[in-house]
């Protein structure tokens, strides 16, 4: 779901795109999809808890990351279950200093309390090899209900070299949903954030083409170790993405390729795994044949879980990545001084949860890229008066689950969790003071986020 401040706007015009790489967005494009949904729970009589680190989505277990590879499907063999839950999560947050607009219509600038976000899903097994993954959801920010992430997913194990493949098909609206790890873009840390906030510039694979393209991939995991995965995009068009509630803000791609390759080990108490991912694709803003914007996304990434007896989990992990940008439309249309450029993009967090219930997560971010005057212009609290997108931060969250267990309350119809996240800078869009060059600093986007997040 996608909020706008006075430059997004302006820079929406040009193209979703463009904005995604501006110098700076709203943390709407940071913002994390949940998966973390009793419908799960109910179709295989298992605690949330088995297969999410905490007892609460999205950080999955071996069991949680083998449930999705077999595309939704395992049920506790006790009848059809139906497959839908819902979701609200209602956030406050409060930045350092009051933004120069309200990020929305409906907000203010600075101390806004929302309903975050109010979704429905179709969610679980709807034939033997066949399952799905679909949210609508409500922004209360925007006061506008659109179709959110989607993935249908088909799939089945075979014995080769008497060794278990699963192997499946996913279709779905955004690179990097299908991803069994929570270190690509789609699920990683934080798992839930404020949208109403300043965010830092991010590559294409970060979000910039979710909910605006459909998919299809092939994956597969061998002998429960080795895992591939080759899939490519098409942009929807105009009328289809009115039609689902969204503004046409990307354009169309050009022939594109998405994959993904990872090593995996479940050790019983502990879990590992290391991997590349990557996305190369051209983007023509105006849907107009000819030139386009062409990105070359390439991350690295690896995950460590000590899941113990249950009682003591920790987890640590780290991406990095590496995007290399040809801007042929926005350099001939005056939006970028160079034809050229990069952007990196590391982040690192590690998570301990006591109990199932009691969880702090600290995390390290960092984006540094290439300058250019024109992409990463001035403007108010968005902009840069150094031409850059190098950003440094750091977050720290505690949260409280107090159900999701076996014994919980209302299992497994309900799950809940609490938590409070702070944010603060040390640099942000290439400056410490005055990086928008209208007086704001970097500490002035220090925000405060409190959420509770419930789902049924």
């Known amino acids: 779901m996608q909020v706008f401040t006075s430059l997004a706007r302006a820079l929406a015009r040009r193209g979703r795109l463009l904005r995604w790489l501006a110098a700076g967005t709203i943390a709407a494009a940071v913002a994390q999809p949940a998966l973390a949904l009793p419908s799960f729970a109910r179709q295989t009589g298992m605690e949330c808890a088995a297969c999410h680190v905490g007892a609460y989505g999205p950080q999955l277990t071996p069991a949680g990351i083998r449930f999705k590879l077999s595309g939704y499907t395992d049920s506790d063999g006790q009848g059809s279950k139906i497959p839908l839950s819902a979701m609200l999560v209602g956030g406050f947050d409060r930045t350092a200093k009051d933004l120069t607009d309200p990020p929305t219509e409906h907000t203010k600038t600075n101390s806004n309390a929302v309903a975050q976000e109010v979704s429905v899903f179709l969610a679980g097994r709807l034939a033997d090899k066949l399952g799905a993954f679909v949210q609508t959801t409500y922004a209360g920010a925007e006061r ?120 995996f080990g479940d050790l019983k108490k502990q879990a590992y795994h290391v991997g590349l991912f990557g996305l190369n694709a051209g983007v023509q803003p105006d849907r107009v044949q000819g030139p386009a914007n062409r990105y070359n996304d390439i991350g690295v ?53 006591y109990d199932q219930t009691w969880g702090l997560t600290a995390s390290t971010f960092r984006t540094k890229g290439s300058s250019d005057a024109l992409l990463y212009a001035p403007a108010p609290d968005m902009g840069s008066a150094t031409g850059s997108p190098n950003t440094t931060g750091y977050m720290l969250q505690a949260d409280w689950t107090p159900w999701g267990k076996e014994s919980s309350w209302g299992s497994p119809w309900a799950n809940l969790r609490l938590g409070a996240q702070y944010t603060w800078y040390t640099r942000f869009n290439g400056e410490s003071n005055n990086y928008d060059g209208y007086g704001r600093n970097a500490r002035d986007n220090n925000t405060l986020y409190l959420f509770a997040w419930t789902s049924f």
């Open 301 to 353: 990434d690896a995950s460590y879980q000590f899941l113990g007896t249950r009682e003591h989990i920790g987890t640590v992990y780290a991406s990095y990545i590496h995007e290399k940008q040809k801007r042929d439309v926005a350099y001939a249309n005056g939006e970028a001084e160079n034809q050229s450029g990069t952007l990196k993009e590391m982040q690192l967090n590690a998570s301990y949860y």
């Open 144 to 263: 506008k209900t659109a179709i959110d992430n989607a993935e249908l997913r088909a799939a089945d194990t075979f014995s080769v070299g008497g060794k278990d493949l699963i192997a499946g098909l996913s279709l779905n609206n955004n690179p990097t949903l299908s991803d069994p790890f929570n270190t690509a873009p789609a699920w990683r840390f934080p798992y839930m954030a404020t949208e109403l906030a300043p965010a830092p510039a991010s590559p294409l694979i970060a979000g910039g083409l979710g909910q605006h393209v459909l998919g299809v991939s092939a994956y597969g995991m061998y002998d429960n170790h080795y895992y591939a995965e080759l899939g490519t995009y098409k942009a929807l068009s105009a009328s289809t993405l009115d039609k689902l509630g969204l503004q046409d803000e990307v354009g169309r791609l050009t022939p594109n390729a998405y994959w993904r390759l990872a090593y």
